[in-house]
């Protein structure tokens, strides 16, 4: 069982949107993530690195013609954060949605 855990490396939105996206595949393509989420190139780059740094991606670069290619995972580390991290997100959306809540 997920132990809840709020990360904040994970929770800024176009980091849990990233993490979010990689969860359910292997790996999807730099372009594919940033045309999804709307982000420029450097914009993802940033919030990218700063998963990287984390632990919580990898970016593997293949070349693909003339061009490379870039091609971003989760890694199993990651995985487990951003799972207690909507573990934690659970408990908070649960409690406001809680009847008997108190009233202001």
Not at 9 to 21: A, D, F, G, Q, Y
Not at 38 to 56: H, M, P, R
Not at 75 to 100: K, N, S
């Amino acid at each position: 069982m997920i132990q809840p855990v709020f990360d904040e490396v994970i929770h800024p939105i176009n980091r849990l949107r990233i993490c979010s996206m990689l969860a359910p595949v292997d790996s999807l393509a730099f372009s594919a993530v940033r045309d999804e989420l709307g982000l420029s190139d450097s914009v993802l780059s940033k919030q990218v690195k700063i998963l990287q740094t984390a632990g919580y991606v990898t970016l593997r670069k293949e070349p693909l013609n003339s061009r490379v290619r870039a091609w971003l995972s989760l890694t199993p580390q990651g995985r487990t954060a951003l799972a207690a991290h909507l573990a934690h997100l659970r408990i908070i959306a649960e409690a406001a949605t809680a009847p008997g809540g108190t009233e202001s």
